[in-house]
């Protein structure tokens, strides 16, 4: 499985970006998907994650009721959909894969099995 991240740039406070993230094979479906982020000098953080069929979301305190996560399985792509970002929200954003069945998606990466490259978030005040 190869999971390609883009969408990332610079964006002032308050404004919006959408991240997606598409994958390689016909099991996309089938795989929990989450998005991840590492700012500077931080550990990486769980930031979202959705279920296989896209019906159970989840979310960090730090990003609820602002970003949304969504998946188009036909397309094989799962989107972070950012809106009312601050200079705290830069970071590298990943994407990961989990091929274990769940309902949830796990706010842990290393119950993920295959990440994306990255693409970088930048915030401006």
């Known amino acids: 499985v190869q999971l390609q991240a883009s969408g990332g740039g610079l964006v002032q406070a308050g404004g919006s970006l959408r991240l997606s993230c598409a994958a390689s094979?016909?099991?996309?479906?089938?795989?929990?998907m989450g998005w991840f982020r590492q700012a500077p000098g931080k550990e990486r953080e769980f930031v979202a994650g959705?279920?296989?069929?896209?019906?159970?979301?989840d979310y960090a305190d730090s990003v609820k009721g602002r970003f949304t996560i969504s998946r188009d399985n036909a397309k094989n792509t799962v989107y972070l959909q950012m809106n009312s970002l601050k200079p705290e929200d830069t970071a590298v954003y990943f994407c990961a894969a989990d091929t274990t069945y769940r309902y949830r998606a796990p706010r842990v990466g290393y119950e993920y099995d295959y990440w994306g490259q990255g693409t970088l978030v930048t915030v401006s005040s």
């Open positions: 959705i279920n296989r069929s896209g019906g159970a979301t």
């Open positions: 094979g016909r099991t996309f479906s089938s795989y929990t």
